[in-house]
């Protein structure tokens, strides 16, 4: 029993003196600088913390979790029962909203000795016209963005996007969007007549109807001008048109599985034949798999189309060709989008690649 005892004992003193060595109580730990103004710029507050235990402690580090958080410490010894201070300086640019950020305080042992909380809110600014309308248009005419993209756009559902707008210019300015391209699926809504000052939305709409569907990447550009007038600027949208989310039950579904993520056809020469590899697609579902398009840029071709369809445990083995001497010299790299009726995953994209040498 004594010898039980004893090691026990031991243990238990040193974990005593290991608790005791390395104490560090920044008291509060916790600072709310409540609300703040982004234009007043950086806050700062000073911890206390106090070395309790019996043996001297130096802050090595002090790690925060965002670059807007800086902290300014002294790395002397703090000897039993001296103080020392961290000062912790928030920059709220471009930050606005609720915030909370965490520091830790590692000593020379490289253990996390104290962790440090600031907290807050930060007022936001007031943003300036270009910083709202970062694109010029020309003719005063400014825009949010350029660009909408749409992940997927369902069959027989519209999904809408805009372009803010505003005219900074003190005169009322004509606008006109000219097509150039277009995928015939695109409602545009949008004013032929805006007076100075005025803000404003261009709206778009992407709707494929159920009883002619369609699907694949849909594409629009549409120029802008003002006043008969162009600087070039163009808006583009874009998406994926697959099915819409099946009401069945989510096991009476189709899904796709693919072999390969990338085909590599290596170096080929210019001259050489028709180059050839293959994947294959399967039906790990219990419902049939049906393939809805397959795009590329033409550089390739596949034996994969539209309408194949592959009952639930089944599969397709899909070639894949590229003709070396269509192609230019260097690297081709290309994308074979596929589009299936798989609810959860109904895009993929292979990624094919090559090296074309003389």
Same mark, same amino acid.
């Given at each position: 029993?004594?010898?039980?005892?004893?090691?026990?004992?031991?243990?238990?003193?040193?974990?005593?003196?290991?608790?005791?060595?390395?104490?560090?109580?920044?008291?509060?730990?916790?600072?709310?600088?409540?609300?703040?103004?982004?234009?007043?710029?950086?806050?700062?507050?000073?911890?206390?913390?106090?070395?309790?235990?019996?043996?001297?402690?130096?802050?090595? $580090?002090?790690?925060?979790?965002?670059?807007?958080?800086?902290?300014?410490?002294?790395?002397?010894?703090?000897?039993?029962?001296?103080?020392?201070?961290?000062?912790?300086?928030? $920059?709220? @640019?471009?930050?606005?909203?609720?915030?909370?950020?965490?520091?830790?305080?590692?000593?020379?042992?490289?253990?996390?000795?104290?962790?440090?909380?600031?907290?807050?809110?930060?007022?936001?600014?007031?943003?300036?016209?270009?910083?709202?309308?970062?694109?010029?248009?020309?003719?005063?005419?400014?825009?949010?963005?350029?660009?909408?993209?749409?992940?997927?756009?369902?069959?027989?559902?519209?999904?809408?996007?805009?372009?803010?707008?505003?005219?900074?210019? $003190?005169?009322?300015?004509?606008?006109?969007?000219?097509?150039?391209?277009?995928?015939? @699926?695109?409602?545009?809504?949008?004013?032929?007549?805006?007076?100075?000052?005025?803000?404003?939305?261009?709206?778009?709409?992407?709707?494929?109807? @159920?009883?002619?569907?369609?699907?694949?990447?849909?594409?629009?550009?549409?120029?802008?001008?003002?006043?008969?007038?162009?600087?070039?600027?163009?808006?583009?949208?874009?998406?994926?048109?697959?099915?819409?989310?099946?009401?069945? $039950?989510?096991?009476?579904?189709?899904?796709?599985?693919?072999?390969?993520?990338?085909?590599?056809?290596?170096?080929?020469?210019?001259?050489?034949?028709?180059?050839?590899?293959?994947?294959?697609?399967?039906?790990?579902?219990?419902?049939?798999?049906?393939?809805?398009?397959?795009?590329?840029?033409?550089?390739?071709?596949?034996?994969?189309?539209?309408?194949?369809?592959? @009952?639930?445990?089944?599969?397709?083995?899909?070639?894949?060709?590229?003709?070396?001497?269509?192609?230019?010299?260097?690297?081709?790299?290309?994308?074979?989008?596929?589009?299936?009726?798989?609810?959860?995953?109904?895009?993929?994209?292979?990624?094919?690649?090559?090296?074309?040498?003389?």
């Amino acid at each position: 029993m004594k010898k039980q005892i004893i090691p026990l004992i031991l243990l238990l003193l040193c974990g005593l003196a290991g608790y005791a060595q390395g104490t560090l109580v920044f008291e509060p730990s916790s600072w709310n600088f409540g609300e703040i103004r982004e234009v007043d710029g950086p806050v700062s507050h000073t911890f206390t913390g106090e070395n309790r235990g019996d043996k001297p402690l130096v802050i090595l $580090d002090v790690v925060t979790t965002c670059g807007c958080t800086a902290p300014r410490f002294s790395k002397r010894p703090i000897l039993p029962g001296q103080k020392t201070e961290i000062t912790v300086t928030y $920059d709220p @640019a471009n930050r606005p909203g609720v915030f909370s950020k965490e520091l830790g305080v590692y000593s020379s042992e490289r253990k996390k000795v104290a962790t440090l909380t600031v907290h807050g809110n930060v007022t936001p600014r007031p943003k300036s016209i270009e910083e709202l309308y970062p694109i010029d248009a020309g003719g005063g005419l400014r825009l949010t963005t350029t660009l909408n993209a749409f992940a997927y756009i369902h069959v027989g559902i519209p999904v809408q996007g805009s372009f803010g707008y505003v005219n900074t210019s $003190d005169h009322p300015i004509r606008l006109a969007l000219r097509p150039v391209n277009g995928s015939g @699926a695109l409602r545009i809504e949008a004013p032929t007549r805006i007076e100075a000052g005025q803000r404003g939305a261009i709206n778009v709409t992407y709707f494929i109807p @159920a009883d002619q569907p369609r699907y694949g990447t849909v594409r629009d550009a549409l120029e802008v001008t003002v006043d008969n007038l162009s600087n070039g600027t163009t808006l583009v949208t874009h998406g994926i048109v697959v099915d819409p989310l099946p009401e069945m $039950d989510e096991k009476a579904r189709p899904r796709s599985e693919y072999s390969e993520n990338i085909l590599k056809f290596g170096v080929v020469k210019h001259t050489g034949p028709l180059c050839r590899r293959s994947f294959t697609l399967s039906n790990t579902g219990s419902a049939e798999l049906i393939v809805r398009a397959v795009e590329g840029m033409g550089n390739i071709s596949t034996t994969l189309t539209p309408g194949i369809r592959i @009952a639930p445990g089944g599969s397709f083995r899909a070639e894949v060709r590229m003709d070396p001497s269509a192609q230019d010299y260097g690297v081709m790299s290309e994308h074979l989008i596929i589009v299936t009726n798989d609810p959860v995953r109904p895009m993929r994209r292979i990624r094919v690649t090559a090296i074309i040498e003389e």
